[in-house]
């Protein structure tokens, strides 16, 4: 599994408040979830353009967050 180690914390404390976490693309998630998690860049390296997703997303009035992998 990519990013192992943010997924671990991220279930660890969702997981203690009680949050259902689906692992998948955010742009398929179903408009009814509270949030979305995107991971900057994906596991591939690939670099995308997220607005449209998240624009979608705040419509919906769905919580988006950004994780981002610094490389140098």
Not at 48 to 58: E, F, M, N, P, S
Request: with cysteine; aromatic share 6%.
């Amino acid at each position: 599994m990519p990013f192992l180690k943010p997924n671990q914390l991220l279930l660890t404390r969702a997981e203690a408040m009680g949050i259902n976490v689906v692992i998948g693309d955010p742009d398929q998630a179903p408009e009814d979830c509270f949030a979305v998690l995107y991971q900057y860049p994906g596991a591939s390296g690939e670099i995308r353009d997220l607005t449209a997703g998240i624009r979608q997303h705040k419509e919906n009035g769905t919580l988006v967050g950004v994780s981002l992998i610094y490389l140098l």
